[in-house]
């Protein structure tokens, strides 16, 4: 009798290491059939500190570049300068900038300015005409890094 308490321990113990229920498995679904969690509260304009002064070298065509710094202001206004390396021409313009509706662009107008920005750490992404992330070999380039 005394050996049957061992064996009805390991009995229990063996059973119940068992392959989950039907119950266990639709509460924990697999991974790759979940959808990507999408965090609608914090977005770059809530989130991060994206106030101050963004800087890189634009392609140009027949110059080595144009110098171009971007400055944010926390009021949403902005102040840009593109300077034409090796021709002594820079531009300069200034206005109010809005954010879009996600929250991660935002959109310099002004005289002479029509830009759209991916506003991400420490850094801008200049948007192409259709709002799409400038892609290609010269897509660093549209890249400006927080000073």
């Known amino acids: 009798m005394k050996f049957l308490l061992p064996l009805f321990a390991l009995s229990v113990c063996l059973f119940s290491c068992g392959q989950p229920t039907t119950s266990d498995s639709v509460e ?18 809530n989130s991060l500190d994206w106030a101050g002064t963004y800087e890189t ?29 090796e021709r002594n021409t820079i531009n300069k313009d200034n206005g109010k900038f809005m954010w879009h509706d996600n ?4 959109h ?8 759209q920005l991916k506003v991400g750490e420490n850094k801008l992404i200049q948007l192409d005409a259709d709002g799409n992330v400038i892609d290609g070999e ?3 380039m549209y890249i400006y890094e927080k000073q």
């Open 103 to 106: 929250g991660s662009i935002v």
């Open 57 to 85: 070298t634009l392609p140009c065509a027949d110059c080595p570049g144009i110098k171009s710094i971007i400055t944010l202001n926390s009021d949403e206004t902005f102040a840009i300068s593109n300077e034409y390396l």
């Open 108 to 115: 310099l107008r002004a005289d002479e300015t029509n830009v």
């Open 138 to 140: 010269l897509a660093d």
């Open 28 to 45: 924990s679904p697999a991974l790759d059939t979940m959808e990507p969690v999408v965090d609608t509260e914090h977005t770059s304009q």
